[in-house]
């Protein structure tokens, strides 16, 4: 029963508590929270089901640690950007920055937060996802508010549809980006940067 299998927990190693919520985060992305079960994170752990209960209580819990550590981290990195008195173009593209190398360290965290956030954050333990998402929203409109109102971007832009088309462009890069593959987060945020901020086309 459950709270026999909490009473047997013991604490692993950070790096093997890393590798096991490493293995369950890629098994949540693959397959989705509702259909991923204890026993199939431990088959790809290469464990017995039994066996992980040692070291977590339930799925949830595995869940909630894996989602809060991208977050926690991601949001080290935009307070950094926010606090930093830039200006709103620079803003904009220290943010996309940011949000690829949080790609880059956590693609399926990233993968379960776009799938599994909206249902997830109706429970009381998910509920900061939502408080995430609303920091989140502010932060990016209010960077874009801010470059229409100096004059640093176009005074006829729409607002909320241009985060929207930033946000989703940038962070569907989950789903096809690899770590260690041939472009660095910082030259793939470059790259998308050139085209949101500058266009594809030559001025004529």
Known sequence: MP??????QVTASPERRRELLDTAAEVFAAQGYNATTVRKIADAAGMLAGSLYYH??????????????????????????????????????????????????????????QKESRHLSAQPRFHYLSDSQRKFEDAWLGTLERGVADGVFRADLDIRLTYRFVRDTVWVAASWYRPGGQHSPEEIARQYLSMVLDGIALRT
């Open 3 to 8: 709270t026999n299998k909490k009473k047997t």
């Open 56 to 113: 977590f209580d339930s799925k949830e819990s595995m869940l909630d640690e894996i989602l809060s550590a991208f977050l926690n981290e991601l949001w080290q990195g935009y307070d950094t950007v926010l606090a930093a008195g830039l200006g709103p173009r620079e803003t904009i593209e220290a943010l996309v920055t940011e949000s690829f190398r949080e790609i880059d360290r956590h693609r399926a965290a990233v993968a379960i937060y």
